[in-house]
């Protein structure tokens, strides 16, 4: 018995497989397979490209949808060990975190300045400091009660000095107060610690 040739313009469309001009039974097999087959195919290409991708920085923390990488944390860590030398890993995220807190707020109320440094520390000043005054007892109370320290100098030669750390320490207060506001508004997430 001879067999009989088919052309590929002889047969429906069902009947082809991928366009080679074969005839195999039941399309819906057919579709299966090359279904199966396409799949792979993709699936092993994509194997293949993450295979090949690699790792170019880990999220060491977020503050909301803004991510701490850790790439930011290791150049925010050199600077702050050069100001703070013995600061832990978990101080210098903590403070990364709050720093860029009060960043955010600076830009939120548009301010403008040269440098994130210069931009903290004029929201600090316009929400912190210049609603800090040292009344003039508070300033006398300290050098009496730190006579030894100051020795025969006269409280007028050290009165600037004097107000400026009370200053100083009432700015620090109220700033960590509004810190820990900022904190509480935002959703913080500490991923890891790096050692």
Do not use: W
């Amino acid at each position: 018995m001879r067999g009989r040739y088919i052309s590929a313009s002889d047969m429906h469309s069902d009947d082809r497989v991928a366009g080679c001009g074969l005839r195999v039974a039941g399309s819906k097999y057919n579709n299966y397979i090359l279904t199966m087959v396409l799949t792979m195919i993709l699936v092993l290409t994509a194997f293949l490209q993450l295979s090949s991708a690699e790792l170019i920085d880990r999220v060491v923390a977020f503050i909301d949808d803004e991510a701490i990488t850790l790439t930011d944390f290791m150049q925010y860590t050199k600077k702050a060990k050069g100001l703070t030398p013995g600061i832990s890993e978990e101080e210098a995220i903590n403070a990364l975190i709050n720093r860029r807190l009060l960043l955010r707020e600076a830009k939120r109320i548009r301010l403008r300045g040269k440098s994130d440094d210069e931009l903290i520390k004029e929201y600090i000043d316009i929400k912190v400091r210049v609603f800090i005054k040292i009344p003039p007892e508070e300033i006398e109370r300290f050098y009496n009660q730190n006579r030894k320290r100051f020795g025969k100098t006269p409280l007028d030669n050290v009165r600037d000095d004097i107000e400026r750390l009370l200053r100083e320490r009432e700015v620090n207060k109220h700033l960590r107060k509004l810190i820990e506001k900022l904190r509480e508004k935002s959703y913080i997430k500490i991923n890891f610690i790096p050692s």
